[in-house]
């Protein structure tokens, strides 16, 4: 064997096995998903992204949450690479020092303000026992700031989940909640005639940030294929929904089996109409900004304390919409 030829075998060896190492490397690529809280309708999309993202050799591998903050801590202590969170929980997190960045929004503000139908205007929901998610939450920001708006004071009650405020609710252990829309349709249609919307925030405040994707700074520097990969296939999903409509309620039912079948129709078409899956990954600077802003005004951040450029990362999410183009 001649010299040559023995370099040329060892390179080829190394070729192949470079080849290998790398294709088994990207088939064991895994994920660390935090969410905020159990799986709802709004994380639908997110689920059937994950579902083509392992076609694809990436496996994203959802942890489940009971509160917005263990999700956030997840994050930051490298216990999960990207999670969802409301977008005031990580912008605080910003402000306290933690190197966090949104990449992109997982859903819009969909939150509207139930009330029993005696309460006619929100001057009423004086002295009234009003429940939020809890602390540095879109919910405590939105009822933060209507307390501030129409000048009232509330007694303030902390009860996580939308759901269950919604039965608490229904119960009469709360006066008005912020609910979800999918709770906000259970609750009309359980108790028909005695509740209604007092406050639709989704309406009210277009612009706010909904529940936000983000990972550590450091994470969306060297894993920024990933990163794009997973946003593609989340914003695949938001235009596929936007499209065909009948995607949600095919899919609600297999990827949340505990969800009433009667809400699915109503849920996914109030869904469509406040255009709660951004087909763009909502986390522009104009949102973001208008964003801070408000919760500056809802006395959640202090003022100036936390700028756009240091609370969002939208390189990545700017790469995907070069290659699969804005609508």
């Known amino acids: 064997m ?9 390179l080829l060896l190394m070729l192949t096995l470079g080849f290998l190492w790398g294709a088994e490397a990207q ?20 689920l059937l992204a994950w579902e083509q993202l392992k076609k694809q050799g990436i496996e994203v591998i959802p942890t489940f949450f009971p509160k917005t903050d263990l999700a956030v801590h997840a994050v930051v202590a490298g ?4 999670g969802s969170a409301a977008g005031i929980a990580v912008i605080k997190a910003v402000e306290s020092g933690m190197n966090l960045r949104i990449i992109g929004e997982q859903v819009r503000n969909e939150w509207q303000l139930v009330t029993p139908v005696s309460l006619k205007e929100p001057k009423q ?7 939020y998610h ?22 303030w009650m902390i009860i996580p989940g939308s759901d269950v405020r919604a039965e608490a609710l229904m119960r009469g252990q709360l006066d008005a909640t912020p609910a979800e829309i999918g709770d906000v349709l259970n609750i009309l249609q359980a108790k028909p005639g005695q509740f209604h919307i007092l406050i639709s925030y989704a309406k009210v405040f277009p612009q706010l940030i909904g529940s936000m994707y983000f990972a550590r700074a450091d994470y969306v520097q060297k894993n920024a294929a990933t990163v ?3 946003l593609e296939a989340i914003l695949n999903a938001h235009r596929s929904a936007e499209e065909r ?8 039912l297999r990827l949340l089996p505990e969800t009433k079948p009667a809400l699915i129709d109503a849920t996914a078409a109030t869904y469509k109409e406040l255009r709660i899956w951004d087909v763009n990954g909502g986390a522009g600077k104009e949102r973001g900004e208008a964003s801070i802003k408000f919760f500056e005004e809802a006395g959640l951040l202090k003022k100036g304390a936390v700028s756009f450029q240091q609370a969002f990362d939208t390189g990545p999410l700017d790469k995907v919409l070069d290659k699969i183009g804005r609508k």
């Open 134 to 155: 809890g602390p540095i939450t879109v919910t405590e920001a939105l009822v933060k700031w209507m307390a501030n708006h129409y000048k009232i004071t509330p007694t």
């Open 2 to 10: 001649t010299k040559a030829f023995a370099r040329s075998s060892v």
């Open 245 to 252: 409509p009948g995607l949600v309620k095919e899919n609600a």
């Open 228 to 230: 794009e990969s997973v």
């Open 27 to 46: 088939a064991q690529k895994k994920v660390r998903f935090a969410y905020p809280s159990s799986a709802d309708m709004g994380d639908i999309p997110s």
């Open 125 to 131: 929901l004086d002295g009234k026992r009003v429940g």
């Open 79 to 82: 216990e999960a690479d990207i």
